[in-house]
């Protein structure tokens, strides 16, 4: 087993024993039964949190992207930008960091962007890429700003298809924003790392659940790159 992929099972028993991820019968937003459920608002404490940082800061430097800053989308990419600076800081690398508020400010500051000067290459950190809502608003203020956008950094990719539980898109949203924009969306893992994960486990506690993600990747999922 190579070191990303030692990262990525780490990182997949880290987000379990955090219970951000979890088995069993889930209605996602799309309205699909998932046997699985990722909630990256369960790194709600200064350790995890700390820990997480190191996961993305890894992934990003693994990756080989040549980046300048960091940027975080609210609300969740907020935390997840800083605590990615602060990791990447201590492996001797740092970089600033921005983020957006919601509504802009007509006094102080003023505007929506916060933080360090939004400019040069600059990755998008975020927990997942559902519908790629947030990605492309974005991509807009980055650029907007003068800025380019570098790559977008997930948790998790859930390699799944775009679309509801009948109508089912020929692309998932990582894909498309791949497409769309022309940058990397770097992940550090994917269902398939949780499904082999899953698979290496001797726990039957977690091989009960193989089965059912399986099912779930072969109807809804894309093909493995």
């Known amino acids: 087993m190579n070191s990303k992929n030692v990262n990525q099972f780490d990182f997949i028993r880290f987000a379990l024993e955090a219970h951000v991820l979890s088995f069993g ?7 699909r039964q998932s046997p699985y459920f990722f909630n ?3 790194f709600s404490d200064g350790a995890l949190l700390g820990s997480l940082g190191k996961y993305y800061a890894n992934a ?12 975080g989308p609210a609300y969740k990419g907020i935390t997840l930008a800083a605590a990615t600076a602060i990791a990447l800081a201590h492996q001797n690398r ?14 102080g500051e003023g505007g929506t962007l916060v933080g360090a000067p939004v400019k040069g290459r600059v990755v998008i950190i975020d927990d997942v890429i ?14 907007a700003a003068g800025a380019e956008p570098a790559a977008v950094l997930i948790a998790l990719d859930r390699m ?10 020929s692309h998932s949203a990582v894909q498309s924003v791949e497409q769309e924009f022309g940058i990397p969306v770097i992940a550090i ?9 899953l698979d290496a486990s001797k726990d039957p506690a977690l ?17 493995a790159g």
């Open 160 to 169: 799944e298809r775009s679309g509801n539980a009948v109508d089912i898109g």
């Open 60 to 71: 990003l430097l693994e990756s080989g992207v040549a980046f300048d800053m960091l940027y």
């Open 130 to 143: 559902s519908a790629g809502t947030s990605v492309r608003e974005s991509v807009e203020l980055i650029r």
């Open 207 to 223: 091989q009960q659940y193989l089965p059912a993600v399986t099912a779930y990747r072969k109807q809804y999922g894309i093909k």
């Open 25 to 31: 019968e889930f209605k996602t937003k799309a309205g």
């Open 40 to 42: 990256a608002g369960g």
């Open 94 to 107: 740092n970089v600033a960091f921005a983020y957006n508020r919601k509504e802009a400010k007509d006094h």
């Open 189 to 197: 893992a994917s269902l398939s790392n949780v499904m082999d994960y």
